[in-house]
């Protein structure tokens, strides 16, 4: 004879489980995640491309020690979904969004983002024909029997309610203390929200948080315009391939010229000019890491070095697009990479093919920066993704011998100082307080850079030797 077993979770361990492991700003990326796929699902867009893509969409972020809000306009939940699927832990249907680049994966988003910040959550929204309103109150998690949530409809407004409000009452005391002012939560928030949209913010899309509006972080790169007719341009390298159904695009270069003697010496610590450089990861337009200078992404793994203050010019982007957001290099968090994933092992042979194209460039000018002076003022500020796909018909771009996923690339031939070098490099130390009285003697001022100020008096003693021998 056997007995039934009772072996459903409760809810509370459910939902513990569910929201232990994720930090608070990654559960409210979570939600504008989802207003990005809701903008990507009702324009029905198979590609990201275009300056404008976002233009029109938006989505207002509230926050303070009582609650939570976030209010968009892109389009709403489907009626037939909210009944079906976006309330329920975990994902029905994961062909609903194919031919879609969205990051929508597991179903969890939404909920494991509420339950994080409290117990009494209100979900509004209005998709074309119904606006309904669904509510999850603080006594619905105690119950494990009943799983059902009940969704009101209400009267419908005019087509610019199109969107979805979500509201966060009840807050937990920890996400309470963190939203208070005196936390400055808010502007940590627009910070991160800055960098992770920034190729979506850029395409048009607005987000403001407490009434603030975000900026974007920018990637640009030098190039030198009309590159083929520059014999002394900077070029960035470029890579373009296509690995199954992932779109993967690599642009590698100059941020800015390249670093000062006195800049590369700064002792015991990156210069704080290398906050800018490094490789950053994009996935459908998602940034998943932000100006790695690690071996993530090639340095300090053969035949990369590390990186220190000498490369701080260096800077590039990694995108990879597709439908199937399954197919990424993404954690479940959508935040970080998966580094067991085989294509992010594919991509990273060529990232390291371009990191190392520039830090070559730097050994081969080190101690001759001043030289190459002229090539950095020729190049101008460009967007690495617009310049990909801007460039795609020049002649430069070059099938990769032996590829296998339909790769080409712009492998650019940098400039190289003349094989005879006459110069030799002068070096030496003195006192701190020693520099600083000769820096205010010659300038009037006691912060002037060293480098200028040894230069200054090789070139007074030279043109004294000059002139008695």
């Given at each position: 004879m056997s007995t039934p077993v009772q072996a459903t979770p409760t809810k509370r361990f459910f939902v513990n489980s569910l929201t232990r492991d994720i930090e608070l700003k990654d559960a409210i990326l979570d939600l504008l995640d989802n207003c990005i796929d809701g903008v990507v699902r009702s324009k029905d867009l198979k590609t990201l491309e275009g300056e404008n893509v976002y233009k029109g969409f938006r989505a207002d972020i509230v926050l303070d020690e009582q609650k939570f809000e976030i209010h968009d306009n892109c389009g709403g939940i489907p009626m037939k979904i909210a009944i079906e699927e976006a309330f329920k832990f975990g994902r029905t249907n994961p062909e609903r969004d194919a031919q879609l680049e969205t990051v929508g994966m597991y179903g969890i988003g939404m909920k494991r983002a509420v339950f994080k910040m409290g117990?009494?959550?209100?979900?509004?929204s209005q998709h074309k024909e119904n606006r309904y309103t669904v509510e999850i109150p603080p006594e619905w998690l105690e119950d494990d029997n009943d799983w059902m949530l009940n969704l009101e409809n209400l009267k419908l407004l005019g087509t610019s309610h199109e969107g979805t409000s979500i509201i966060v009452n009840n807050l937990h005391d920890e996400i309470s203390d963190r939203f208070s002012q005196r936390r400055g939560f808010a502007k940590e928030l627009r910070d991160e929200v800055g960098r992770i949209f920034a190729l979506i913010i850029k395409k048009g899309f607005v987000v403001t948080v407490n009434d603030v509006e975000v900026s974007p972080v920018s990637f640009d790169l030098l190039q030198t315009d009309e590159i083929e007719d520059q014999k002394d341009g900077i070029e960035t390298y470029q890579l373009k391939s296509e690995y199954n159904d992932v779109m993967i695009d690599i642009a590698i270069g100059f941020y800015r010229p390249l670093a000062s003697i006195d800049e590369v010496e700064e002792e015991n610590r990156l210069s704080r000019s290398a906050a800018n450089a490094g490789i950053t990861i994009i996935c459908n337009d998602r940034i998943v890491l932000f100006r790695d200078?690690?071996?993530?992404?090639?340095?300090?793994?053969?035949?990369?070095?590390?990186?220190?203050?000498?490369?701080?010019?260096i800077a590039g982007i990694v995108r990879f697009s597709s439908a199937n957001s399954e197919n990424l290099p993404l954690t479940t968090t959508k935040r970080g990479l998966n580094l067991s994933a085989k294509i992010y092992w594919y991509a990273l042979e060529y990232i390291k093919e371009g990191v190392k194209k520039f830090t070559d460039f730097t050994n081969q000018w080190k101690g001759k920066e001043s030289e190459v002076k002229s090539f950095f003022e020729k190049a101008t500020y460009q967007d690495p993704i617009k310049m990909i796909n801007e460039n795609e018909e020049k002649v430069s771009w070059r099938a990769v011998p032996k590829g296998r996923f339909n790769e080409k690339r712009v492998n650019p031939s940098l400039?190289?100082?003349?094989?005879?070098?006459?110069?030799?490099?002068?070096?030496?130390y003195r006192e701190k307080e020693e520099v600083k009285l000769v820096a205010e003697y010659i300038y009037g001022d006691s912060a002037a850079n060293p480098s200028d100020i040894g230069d200054f008096a090789f070139e007074k003693q030279y043109e004294l030797a000059k002139e008695e021998l």
């Open positions: 117990t009494h959550i209100l979900v509004e200078k690690s071996h993530i992404t090639g340095w300090g793994s053969k035949p990369v070095p590390s990186f220190h203050n000498q490369f701080l010019p400039p190289k100082p003349a094989r005879r070098n006459t110069k030799v490099r002068i070096t030496f």
